[in-house]
């Protein structure tokens, strides 16, 4: 199991609220550290993230035919990647955002667009699963236009090694392949969680403790997510360990969802917690959907194991191995580097400064415990008539 991170806490605690600027500065330290930059430069090429999708999006729609992925480039230097299809070229152009005339590379030669992928990993994932005797989790990387398999790698080495497999798939899905070997285990992250949610089993009398995510709302009620298998019956603790008891509205956790509402008392703001600690808190100003999401996007989480950290989207269109959505997931997830993830974190927040972008479900964990990436449910699969609730101009 894994249980998702509080966002709110009751309106009598003191803390601090940050603003938009404060928040893209917090993330960017992280950013500068990460890649050694100043932080200067660091906040205006996360401003440029974020300002930069709807330029992005229209390069995306205007080349969707040929469209094989759109990446974020750090090192050695800050740009977006177009991967495309054919081989007629497609002149550097910019993108000025965050303050930064950013540069826009186009590279030709993709063996197919981005949709076919998409359209071969959704339908072959079982024959995929068959030709590689085993249960590998799989996705599509935007930065070389293949569908990624990551596999065991007693289970590549029985198929003949990375590379025969790699063509053996590819004739399968008539799409290019990359098979990666990863000793891996794929698993919900277990229930404890941020904003600390706590239950009993009534099946085993053991008390479990859980995270939440982002405050909802149904056009009449305020909610607050978790993650679809914890408990029923929760309870909210805010950091000074006071209980607010929490109301079960329901569940959503086949296939693409992993996603629990529970209502309580309607806070003042819609607010999430950023900080290890949990003492300073960030509106929830917008929301980012799947589709604007780019491999390399800089995003953050915050989960009660790990506290905050930040990390790169890596694989998009994301089916973890296993049966981990009442049966096999289908490929909606998204997966972001490690090293920060433990059981614990599942449900807390994945943000960007203060835009929204998901609820953390699950992980994918070396055989030394270690954490390779984990995945994350977009806030686009929220239950209907659920949305999220988006902080007020003040």
């Known amino acids: ?18 603003t ?3 928040a893209l500065a917090q993330d960017a330290q992280e950013y500068a550290r990460i890649y050694g930059v100043p932080l200067t430069e660091a906040i205006r090429r996360l401003a440029a993230q974020h300002d930069s999708v709807a330029a992005i999006d229209a390069i995306a729609e205007r080349y969707r035919d040929r469209l094989a992925g759109i990446s974020i ?58 030709a590689v005797q085993s249960n590998p989790s799989m996705g599509v990387d935007p930065r070389t236009g293949e569908l ?28 290019p392949v990359q098979v990666r070997a990863l000793d891996q285990v794929d698993r919900n992250l277990g229930p404890q969680g941020g904003g600390r949610l706590d239950g009993t089993d009534p099946a085993s009398g053991k008390r479990y403790r859980c995270t939440s995510g982002f405050l909802v709302t149904d056009g009449a009620r305020t909610g607050i997510t978790t993650a679809a298998h914890c408990l029923d019956d929760l309870s909210y603790f805010d950091p000074q360990r006071r ?4 109301s079960f509205v329901g569940q959503w956790g086949w296939g693409y969802h992993d996603v629990q509402i529970h209502a309580g008392p309607a806070p003042a703001r819609p607010l999430f917690f950023a900080d290890t600690a949990r003492t300073i808190q960030r509106p929830v100003e917008g929301q980012r959907s799947k589709s604007s999401t780019r491999a390399g996007d800089f995003v953050c989480h915050r989960g009660e194991s790990t506290g905050y950290s930040c990390a790169e989207v890596t694989l998009l269109d994301f089916a973890p191995a296993g049966e981990l959505c009442g049966g ?67």
């Open 1 to 18: 199991m894994l249980c998702a991170l509080l966002t709110v806490a009751p309106a009598a605690v003191a803390q601090s609220v940050q």
């Open 20 to 22: 938009r600027g404060e």
């Open 73 to 130: 480039q750090h090192r050695p230097d800050y740009r977006f990647i177009v991967y495309l299809t054919g081989t007629a070229p497609v002149p550097l152009r910019w993108v000025e955002a965050g303050g930064m005339r950013v540069p826009v590379q186009f590279r030709t030669g993709a063996k197919a667009s981005r949709e076919r992928v998409v359209w071969a990993l959704t339908n072959h994932q079982a024959a995929i699963r068959a």
């Open 148 to 175: 990624v398999v990551i596999a065991g790698s007693t289970a590549v080495a029985k198929a003949g090694g990375a590379a025969a497999l790699d063509a053996r798939l590819t004739q399968l899905t008539g799409v």
């Open 243 to 246: 209980a607010t008891p929490l």
């Open 328 to 394: 096999f997931c289908l490929p909606t997830w998204v997966a972001v580097s490690g090293p920060t993830c433990k059981q614990g974190d599942s449900g807390g927040p994945v943000f960007s400064g203060t835009t929204a972008l998901g609820i953390v479900k699950g992980a994918t964990f070396r055989p030394d415990g270690s954490c390779a990436f984990y995945f994350y449910m977009s806030l686009d699969y929220l239950p209907t008539p659920w949305s999220l609730l988006v902080d007020m101009p003040r």
